[in-house]
């Protein structure tokens, strides 16, 4: 059986540095789906992708409503799955940086210098207006 | 940067007893992701899923191609996705134990066992008609 987390261990499990399943809608009406890194602050998402040469940004704006899930690999099983639609942002260093040192301090600072000068590198913010989560552990 | 990995590399790495993140449009076109156990075996994914009461299954009814991403949250970063349109079979007990055993050899031979008591339990057994994959160590 499991149980829904509480907001403390939603912050917690988001916070460790997981790549999320990020689904959106191709202009076709199929699925796509692409691992991608993510940052959870005060209730929301923010991720960052481009929105000419990678298919997540190109999908949003035939279809702007994404679906995303952060499940753990490790028992006991634990996932977030999240619904909403982001902002597209101008794309902001302090942002970028906040999001890729998350995942390795001195790959994130290159990875964000560089990004820095991609004309179409934006940022996504997202408020989820649904949240499901699992937790395999909580009970048993 | 990133290769693509060999036929031997993406055995092996779809080998290992990861999630994926399973990808649906659901019957309003929106995009939905839920984690779940797979089985790759003979260039074929296998999932296990219910027709009536998970939305996976029932998103399947009106929107029957989907999306599926296997990523390692470990470094180097290395990433299978593939997109199809799963044959929807019959349940069948060796093949639930195949897929679940590969995630616990005990757990899966208990939840396989009560699967089989699940009216709508079904397989769905996928061939991709495309399948992309990143390996970001094998150049650098």
Redesign the interface.
């Known amino acids: 059986m499991s149980d829904a987390m509480t907001p403390e261990a939603i912050d917690a499990f988001l916070h460790e540095?997981?790549?999320c399943?990020f689904?959106?809608?191709d202009v076709e009406?199929?699925?796509?789906?692409?691992?991608l890194w993510y940052l959870w602050q005060n209730g929301e998402f923010w991720f960052t992708t481009r929105t000419a040469v990678r298919h997540t940004g190109r999908d949003l704006r035939t279809?702007p409503?994404?679906?995303?899930?952060v499940?753990s690999?490790d028992?006991p099983?634990r996932?977030v799955?999240a619904?909403g639609t982001p902002a597209v942002l101008d794309k902001d260093l302090d942002m970028l940086l906040a999001i890729s040192t998350r995942y390795?301090e001195e790959s994130g600072r290159r990875w964000s210098q560089a990004s820095m000068t991609e004309a179409d590198r934006v940022l996504l913010r997202m408020r989820p207006d649904s949240l499901v989560t699992w937790d395999y552990g909580s009970s048993a």
């Open positions: 540095p997981r790549l399943a689904a959106t809608v009406g199929n699925a796509r789906v692409r691992p279809h409503r994404v679906a995303v899930s499940a690999e028992r099983y996932a799955v619904h390795g």
